[in-house]
């Protein structure tokens, strides 16, 4: 194969800002037809989801799990041509040392599109335990569609999505067990509806971060009561006038997002601005 290398689209970034990243975005390792045309997907504790492009058929492609820092690689075919369907990843060494490859296949209502609406009609997951794909077909009463672009967490052999309508859907590796977990609402909030969230794992547990639904010029930190409960319990804010100098920002999409949680710390990695990463 050739040695030339592939067009990045994406790279990583050193957070403590004292060395150049690890990680060559590139990927050198992978063999030439397998990083012509690679998009990243997903990504969860060490290892990344991408698309591995097909030359035959332009919209046929590849998962391909990556672990960049010990180089190696996994294919697994395609599950089906649906094309509405949101994928996530899911790893966690403490639960196992395989990984699932989570395919939800969605129904959207094209007249309620711009609202979300629409349902997950089955969950595909494929385990690198078994080698084959699942098919589940979903069990959640409740209409929700995985939100593109938002982070997902895996622990404890569960999948959490962001999904729409301020809602976390939650499945398990064999697709059996399947929850929708409400954002957390404080009882006289004035505000009409919650705003965005982001989730992440830290300290071995779920965490969401939102704007306060009080006043709204704060971040909020929320984690369940317990692994099985639907209730948050708040457990820290902070202004964002402390944060970016600031009383109100535009939190979630194009101004203030929070892009990681640090996994042991009490600490938040978010970007202010469109040009400027704090």
């Known amino acids: 194969g050739s040695s030339e290398s592939t067009p990045v689209r994406y790279c990583f970034t050193n957070v403590s800002g004292t060395d150049t990243p690890l990680i060559d975005p590139s990927f050198p390792f992978?063999?030439?037809?397998?990083?012509?045309?690679?998009?990243?997907?997903?990504?969860?504790?060490?290892l990344l989801l991408c698309h591995s492009f097909r030359y035959t058929?332009?919209?046929?492609?590849?998962?391909?799990?990556v672990n960049p820092a010990?180089?190696?690689?996994?294919?697994?075919?395609?599950?089906?041509?649906?094309?509405?369907?949101?994928?996530?990843l899911g790893f966690d060494p403490t639960f196992s040392s395989h990984f699932y490859i989570f395919e939800f296949q969605l129904f959207v209502d094209d007249e309620d599109d711009d609202a979300g609406g629409g349902h997950v009609l089955r969950v595909k997951?494929?385990?690198?335990?078994?080698?084959?794909w699942c098919h589940k077909q979903s069990a959640c009463c409740f209409e929700?569609?995985?939100q593109y672009d938002f982070k997902s967490v895996f622990v404890n052999g569960v999948l959490y999505v962001i999904a729409t309508g301020c809602v976390i859907g939650a499945?398990?590796?064999?697709?059996?067990?399947?929850?929708?977990?409400?954002?957390?609402?404080?009882?006289?909030s004035p505000f009409?509806?919650?705003?965005?969230?982001?989730?992440?794992?830290?300290?071995?547990?779920?965490h969401l971060a939102n704007a306060d639904d009080m006043v709204g010029d704060k971040l909020a930190i929320w984690v369940p009561e317990d692994k099985d409960s639907d209730e948050w319990t708040l457990k820290h804010t902070v202004c964002y006038k402390r944060l970016v100098g600031r009383k109100h920002v535009h939190f979630g999409f194009h101004e203030f997002i929070v892009?990681?949680?640090?996994?042991?710390?009490?600490m938040v990695f978010f970007v202010f601005g469109h040009d400027e990463k704090t």
């Open 30 to 46: 992978l063999p030439h037809r397998e990083r012509e045309h690679v998009d990243l997907v997903d990504s969860c504790n060490g």
């Open 171 to 188: 499945v398990d590796v064999k697709g059996e067990t399947w929850r929708i977990i409400d954002f957390p609402r404080c009882k006289d």
């Open 192 to 206: 009409h509806d919650n705003g965005p969230g982001f989730i992440d794992l830290s300290q071995g547990r779920l």
């Open 144 to 146: 929700f569609i995985p």
């Open 125 to 132: 997951i494929y385990s690198s335990e078994t080698g084959v």
């Open 57 to 65: 058929e332009e919209d046929e492609f590849d998962y391909l799990v």
């Open 70 to 88: 010990t180089k190696e690689w996994v294919a697994v075919p395609d599950s089906s041509q649906s094309r509405m369907r949101s994928v996530r």
């Open 259 to 266: 892009v990681a949680i640090h996994p042991d710390r009490n």
